[in-house]
């Protein structure tokens, strides 16, 4: 597949970076945002409408926060649905709800237009690096004919089945994330109830049975203060958790263990962290377990 142009709808915490590392890749992005000034940021020629983003583009990428925003960009009368044309693809990079993907892709069809549904890991770090990993569902031939417009800004591209497929591992290994998350932030604040060292707590863990994703990455630059800011937000991670809930039901597996993270999410919406990043939820914990923190307030000024 020829691509010219690459229109890129949704510049925001992801959506920007991957926009930068495809300018740099010598690739030419239209840009739509709401908030102004968001192309031009991310070093997109700005599109002021979905319609001249579908005009310009044979590949449009969306980044978007849910499914309710990714249907309201395709769908109705200034969407991308009324706009598209025979022969374009669309690459959904959002997390959203498979089975609202997969009616997306019906429609889209009946305009001949193909839909990949995308989700990515790695968090804004690695869309930073060009190092995210992306699962995709849709036709593989399809996937092929984008590899080039997608490898500027991931390591590994990894071909899941049929459409919704690349949702549905998405919100798999979001809800272990969650897990690992909601789970290392209880311990870490009783651990320093106890009165441990956390640095030499997760050396332990680290090297036991209990190592998982936020025991390696996130909580040894927590528990000095570093809270990693730019990454999911808690109200995100609480709508993924929702989402995974719904799929199991729809495909009858019981979710034995999501109490655990939507509870912990849950609480800290109440207490006010559902915009800021996902790993405050080790502070929503320390606040009900009497103001515990990791870290003390010199070392957190020292950030």
Known sequence: MNVHTVGMVGLGNMGGRITRRLTAAGLRVVGHDTREGAAEQAGAVPAPSLAEVAEQAEVLLLSLPDSGVVESVVLGDVGLLAHCRPGQVVVDLSTASPTSTRRLHDLLAERKVELLDAGISGGAAAAEKGTLTLMVGGSAEVLEGVRPVLEPFSAKVLHMGET???HTTKLLNNFLNAVSLAATAEVMVAGKRAGLDLHVLLDVLNASSGVNFATLNRFPRIVDGDYLEGGLSGRL??????????????????????SGPMSAFGLAAALGYADSISNRVVDAIGDVAGGVRLHN???????
């Open 164 to 166: 919704g497929s690349g």
């Open 237 to 258: 991670m609480m709508k993924d958790v929702v989402l995974y809930v719904e799929r199991l039901r729809e495909l009858g597996v019981p979710s034995l263990n999501a």
């Open 297 to 303: 307030d010199a070392e957190q000024k020292g950030q």
